[in-house]
């Protein structure tokens, strides 16, 4: 989240066009991998937007869970999304956070992706500063990304486990994982394919979270 600025259900329309206007700006002044472009939600083709969804680039508009918080007021107004030439860095702006920084890639490097995230973080605080509580670490509108806010996810074929969703869900327990579907949070899995990632985000480390 962006200090000195409410959460989603707060923001006012001018709120929403402001932030836009700062995360676009310095966004646009990154260097190297990071160096990209910004679209805004606002003017984008339907066209244009549901190919970035289908590839796992862009978000959908609230669901029903975001829209019962009223996390989705003015929209499109005030969102966009931020990418590299490579697609291997994104930045989601409003969707349920301020900011959501991704790294991702095709393979098993995950060295090469949280690497990439430190980097784009440390670039974007310098400009950006972000809201921060001694003891609940960085402070998110969903309870369950305070403290570290990283989520490491993998998508990985289970074909056997996928059988047998519960015994998956125990493997996954015991390991402090979580299971959510191929297209992320409240989805179903499209042949056998999961994503896999850490549950915890709060009393560790972003080393220990990846």
Known sequence: SMEGYPFNPCLTETQYKEMESKVSSTLSSLEGELKGSYFPLTGMTKDVQQKLIDDHFLFKEGDRFLQSANACRYWPTGRGIYHNDKKTFLVWCNEEDHLRIISMQMGGDLGQVYRRLVNAVD???KRVPFSHHDRLGFLTFCPTNLGTT???SVHIKLPKLA?????LEEVAAKYSLQVR???GEHTEAEGGIYDISNKR???L???QAV
């Open 123 to 125: 670039e974007i605080e």
């Open 150 to 152: 990283v989520r490491a």
């Open 163 to 167: 059988a047998k969703r519960e015994k």
């Open 181 to 183: 579907g191929t297209r």
């Open 201 to 203: 985000r709060m009393g």
């Open 205 to 207: 480390t972003e080393f």
